[in-house]
T-cell receptor
């Protein structure tokens, strides 16, 4: 079974430039997540999609970050304009969907991440 | 106060040692608890999942939840160099939050 695919693996940009990350989840997984992991910290949820609808984007800095999941499969995360503090690894994860409780306690499958350096 | 706190380490142990990794959480409503392992330059992978209190064992790994003290633990028996990684706890009820992770190094 193919895992979660992400690209690019590494990206270096200057501040105020833009960048986009792409994620292809595991086939059949309805739920897709974007996490931001700053060095020395745990992953922080940026946005969660259920199929192509947004479930939670409460921690997404909407003035500069945007994400979409067209057709409920692939997703892109964009940052424009980038700031120095956006330097992090951007992790995409997918899961089958919410359990009976409605909470996504199911196993998350993570990609290897996209490492962003903003200079 | 962070909702999920973890000592960042690093924790260095000899091969074969018993490792204890711990997290504390602040919200008594938390019901779901998980441990993830993250190798360098890789995404986290789920190790253990527990609901509410008690112990759960899987091979060399044991997860323990003490809701009275809001404390969750992961024990690794007979640790191996391949266990060297960052271990992240995750807990919550309607939203699940990651701790910052503890770096573990097991040396031969």
């Amino acid at each position: 079974e193919a895992g979660v695919a992400q690209s690019p693996r590494y990206k270096i940009i200057e501040k105020r430039q833009s960048v986009a990350f792409w994620c292809n989840p595991i086939s059949g997984h309805a739920t897709l997540y974007w996490y931001q992991q700053i060095l020395g910290q745990g992953p922080k949820l940026l946005i969660q999609f259920q199929n192509n609808g947004v479930v939670d984007d409460s921690q997404l800095p909407k003035d500069r970050f945007s994400a979409e999941r067209l057709k409920g499969v692939d997703s892109t995360l964009k940052i424009q304009p980038a700031k120095l503090e956006d330097s992090a690894v951007y992790l995409c994860a997918s899961s089958l969907g919410p359990g009976t409780s409605g909470l996504n306690t199911g196993e998350l499958f993570f990609g290897e991440g996209s490492r962003l350096t903003v200079l | 106060q962070k909702e999920v706190e973890q000592d960042p380490g690093p924790l260095s142990v000899p091969e074969g040692a018993i490792v204890s990794l711990n997290c504390t959480y602040s919200n008594s409503a938390f019901q779901y608890f998980m441990w993830y392992r993250q190798y360098s330059r890789k995404g986290p992978e789920l190790l253990m999942y527990t609901y509410s209190s008690g112990n759960k064992e899987d091979g060399r790994f044991t997860a323990q939840v003490d809701k009275s003290s809001k404390y969750i633990s992961l024990f690794i028996r007979d640790s191996q160099p391949s266990d060297s990684a960052t271990y992240l706890c995750r807990g919550g009820y309607n939203k699940l939050i990651f701790g910052a992770g503890t770096r573990l190094a097991v040396h031969p």
